[in-house]
T-cell receptor
Framework: GESVGLHLPTLSVQEGDNSIINCAYSNSASDYFIWYKQESGKGPQFIID?????DKRQGQRVTVLLNKTVKHLSLQIAATQPGDSAVYFC???????????FGGGTRVLVKP | DADVTQTPRNRITKTGKRIMLECSQT?????MYWYRQDPGLGLRLIYY???????NKGEISDGYSVSRQAQAKFSLSLESAIPNQTALYFCATSDSTGVNEKLFFGSGTQLSVL
């Protein structure tokens, strides 16, 4: 995963607006990607995953888009709510397989 | 009750002390992991275990050791703690045998080494 130093990229969103969180991955051979949500004081929780044979997958209020050409992943949250305030991580398997590597994370702050 | 339980939740210790962080799970998963999280950084893998007595090094294993004596328990030790090991430590489990590694995390242990 990418290191972003001491300061997480932060996305400030008005409650009710849509959020888009981006992630660049490094391994062009990766065939599986996961998004995790980490609320303050808690461990990361699984949100949604996508396999590389798909370019879009939808969950409840969340959509993940995969662009393999530019090795880019995004998480879209519809109608962002205060409970969506958290740090979001993308993850991909390490080249050796069966283990995940995590991106540096993006903090989402929802403004009332 | 939490499926993945870490103890202690917080620990303050001094340089040179030996520290053990415990993790237990009730999910029945074979695979267990220890990750470290530093402010502003993603999670980095320290050690992982795919079965009892199976131990594998992760990205940053130096200065750490682990023990997997039972399927449900995976402990992380710092033999001689140093200040740059101050971090938030997470245990995780998974039951995947393929590449779909959906991890389930504990609530974390905040360790401070003075």
């Amino acid at each position: 995963g990418e290191s972003v130093g001491l300061h997480l990229p932060t996305l400030s969103v008005q409650e009710g607006d849509n959020s888009i969180i981006n992630c660049a991955y490094s391994n062009s051979a990766s065939d599986y990607f996961i998004w995790y949500k980490q609320e303050s004081g808690k461990g990361p929780q699984f949100i949604i995953d996508i396999r590389s044979n798909m370019d879009k997958r939808q969950g409840q209020r969340v959509t993940v888009l995969l662009n393999k050409t530019v090795k880019h992943l995004s998480l879209q949250i519809a109608a962002t709510q205060p409970g969506d305030s958290a740090v979001y991580f993308c993850a991909e398997p390490l080249p050796a397989g069966n283990k995940l590597t995590f991106g540096g994370g993006t903090r989402v702050l929802v403004k009332p | 009750d939490a499926d993945v339980t870490q103890t202690p939740r917080n620990r303050i210790t001094k340089t040179g002390k030996r520290i053990m962080l415990e993790c237990s799970q009730t999910k029945g998963h074979d695979r267990m992991y220890w990750y470290r999280q530093d402010p502003g950084l993603g999670l980095r893998l320290i050690y992982y275990s795919f079965d009892v007595k199976d131990i594998n090094k992760g990205e940053i294993s130096d200065g750490y050791s682990v023990s997997r004596q039972a399927q449900a328990k995976f402990s992380l030790s710092l033999e001689s703690a140093i200040p740059n090991q101050t971090a938030l430590y997470f245990c995780a489990t998974s039951d995947s045998t393929g590449v779909n590694e959906k991890l389930f995390f504990g609530s974390g242990t905040q360790l401070s080494v003075l």
